[in-house]
């Protein structure tokens, strides 16, 4: 079935330093990519998305590139602050459509990201 | 937040007993989501709506049922509660769309429940 693999699973840099974290899929009809952070007590939210018809998409300190061929993608975040310390879940939506026209969302593990003063 | 809202917060329940989480949305959209957080396995999705009356399972939906019965509630509910469904519970709702020539499905989430079931 679809998956969606996340690593690592813990990360910790010191501010300022760049954080990356990838995510690669085994569906390759998958055309939509989202990223989320999530903060302590917090619900999921959205930081930034790729679609598979783009290969890179930059929003400020963060960054986004897909290698459909090799069937990943990764995050970037440059010149980390603590406040980005949170976990991050990377996920992917299937090609299969299923009742109501839902494609299915499946996501990665998550990344505990900690960022040192 | 998408204007979404989840209640209870917290709760504390004893094995057996049903229990109902409820999500209700202020923007009219048209699917919602109910998903389980536990460490190691990211967000599963339990069922989810695509409309009043219309709902479908997700990968972990034994032990649990769902009802729309209008558009801005989402209700879960735990028929008898068991200690493997401890866990933060969290609805979304998605603003489907086509963008680009490529579908999307991009879902936002509500603050979370967390259930702890003894």
């Known amino acids: 079935g679809e998956n969606v693999e996340q690593h690592p699973s813990t990360l910790s840099v010191q501010e300022g330093d760049s954080a990356v974290i990838k995510c690669t899929y085994s569906?390759?009809?998958?055309?939509?990519f989202p990223w989320y952070k999530q903060e302590l007590g917090k619900g999921p939210q959205l930081i930034i998305d790729i679609r598979s018809n783009v290969g890179e998409k930059k929003d400020q300190r963060i960054a986004v590139t897909l290698n459909k061929t090799a069937k990943h993608f990764s995050l970037h975040i440059t010149e980390t602050q603590p406040e980005d310390s949170a976990v991050y879940f990377c996920?992917?939506?299937?090609?299969?459509?299923?009742?109501?026209?839902?494609?299915?969302?499946?996501f990665g593990a998550g990344t505990r990201l900690a960022v040192h003063p | 937040d998408a204007g979404i809202t989840q209640s209870p917060r917290h709760k504390v329940t004893e094995t057996g007993t049903p229990v109902t989480l409820r999500c209700h949305q202020t923007?009219?959209?048209?699917?919602m989501y109910w998903y389980r957080q536990d460490p190691g396995h990211g967000l599963r999705l339990i069922h989810y709506?695509?409309?009043?009356?219309?709902?479908d399972k997700g990968e972990v939906s034994d032990g649990y049922s769902v009802s729309r019965s209008k558009t801005e509630d989402f209700l879960l509910t735990l028929e008898s509660a068991t200690s493997s469904q401890t866990s933060v519970y969290f609805c979304a709702i998605s603003k489907m769309g086509l963008a680009g020539g490529v579908s999307t499905d991009t879902q936002y989430f509500g603050p979370g429940t967390r259930l702890t079931v003894l």
């Open positions: 996920a992917a939506i299937g090609a299969s459509v299923l009742s109501g026209g839902y494609n299915k969302l499946i």
């Open positions: 709506s695509y409309g009043v009356k219309d709902t």
């Open positions: 569906d390759s009809a998958s055309n939509y």
């Open positions: 923007e009219n959209h048209r699917y």
